[in-house]
């Protein structure tokens, strides 16, 4: 059971980090470099499925924990770690059922809106970037205990 459990960490881990990343660092600029103001609809397509991925992985590392509580021991970064990847998960559930429609709706709105869409754009980015820095460090932790 403990390796399908480290199995399962390591799969929703990688999966979660390289979808973030890849969309940060690659799709989002590739998209808007190459397409301009049109990526915005792509963007609009991909997003939605992008934080259901995000919802999904944090639910099941926050599930992998809880089972290492109830298999084994609920000391260490069990507790933290269940906090850290509920808190990620519902944040993703934000992201995706709050924040991308009233984003889309600010944009759809036109120039009147722009303010409002600027602030919710970054407000996307920080918790963003937020996901990102908190797998990271939680990546960094895995390799310090030893996988």
């Not at 809880?66 to 998960?89: D, E, H, N």
């Not at 602030?119 to 918790?127: C, F, G, Q, T, Y």
Request: proline share 3%.
């Amino acid at each position: 059971m403990g390796n399908f459990l480290n199995f399962l960490e390591l799969l929703s881990l990688t999966l979660w980090m390289g979808s973030v990343m890849f969309l940060s660092f690659v799709v989002a600029p590739t998209l808007f470099g190459v397409l301009g103001d049109t990526a915005g609809k792509a963007v609009r397509a991909i997003f939605p499925k992008y934080y259901l991925l995000g919802a999904v992985c944090g639910i099941v590392l926050a599930g992998v924990q809880i089972s290492r509580g109830v298999l084994w021991y609920w000391g260490g970064m069990i507790k933290p770690s269940i906090v850290l990847f509920s808190l990620l998960a519902l944040i993703q559930i934000y992201a995706r059922q709050v924040l991308t429609p009233a984003i889309n709706a600010s944009r759809d709105a036109g120039a009147g809106q722009k303010a409002r869409f600027d602030a919710l754009h970054r407000r996307s980015v920080m918790l963003n970037g937020f996901t990102m820095f908190f797998l990271l460090l939680y990546l960094v932790w895995m390799a310090l205990r030893g996988y």
